[in-house]
């Protein structure tokens, strides 16, 4: 859960972090964070301090009260930083703004870590286990039981895509977009039925009777949550 009220930089970390295949939720406003937190029921919560309405801490105070997920504060400041240390208010980690996403990045896979150990690959989205499929985000890997499964780049960004969140339906507008930085400009939504089908020609025990992937009538895609 990114508490961010500041569009771009949210943007801009649920971009990089989507890349590394974690779920991420956006929302502006401290009072927006525990509202939504038992619905986003989040792995982990990076906190801006300065935000409108209620702050970072007094966010993070309340949510101590119903979680131990760990959490990143981002601070603009040095004051701030002495804030988030001297408090005892339960933060896990800071990081100062601007920061690298390569720094974010390998903070938030080192606090994942060590609050659910070795559990941390496969419950925080490093891997995605759907019944018999098992996708492999880091390795860019998919196999079916004991059989691996080669795909192309746009087919394996498709997959990881919609197999992140089982029940979601895609439009096909919204599919093409997740991939259009491989695909032509011309590149239209037929596009995107094309690779739905060589994905089920190739993960599908049965591509006629898609297990995995379902069509939704005169919507687009979901990824099965069966
Ligand atoms: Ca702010």
Do not use: W
């Amino acid at each position: 859960m990114i508490v961010e009220d500041e569009p771009a930089v949210a943007r801009g970390v649920q971009v990089a972090l989507e890349q590394e295949g974690y779920s991420t939720a956006i929302v502006g406003t401290g009072e927006e964070a525990l509202k939504q937190f038992a619905d986003i029921a989040p792995d982990l919560i990076l906190l801006d301090v300065r935000l409108p309405g209620i702050d970072g801490f007094e966010v993070c105070r309340q949510l101590r009260r119903e979680t131990r997920a760990p959490v990143l504060f981002l601070t603009a400041r040095a004051d701030e930083v002495d804030k988030v240390v001297g408090l005892e208010i339960g933060a896990d980690d800071y990081l100062v703004k601007p920061f690298s996403v390569r720094e974010l990045v390998s903070r938030i896979k080192a606090l994942l870590r060590r609050a659910y150990g070795e559990l941390a690959d496969t419950q925080t989205g490093r891997t995605l286990r759907r019944g018999e499929l098992v996708i492999d985000l880091e390795r860019r890997r998919v196999t079916r039981g004991t059989e691996r499964i080669s795909l192309t780049t746009t087919e394996f960004d498709l997959l990881r895509h919609m197999a992140a969140k089982p029940g979601r339906v895609y439009t096909r507008t919204q599919l093409l977009e997740l991939v259009r930085d491989y695909e032509a400009l011309e590149a239209d939504e037929r596009t995107i039925n094309v690779h739905i089908s060589h994905i089920r020609d190739k993960i599908e025990p049965d591509p006629a009777q898609p297990r995995f992937i379902k069509t939704v009538r005169g919507v687009g895609y979901a990824f099965s949550e069966d």
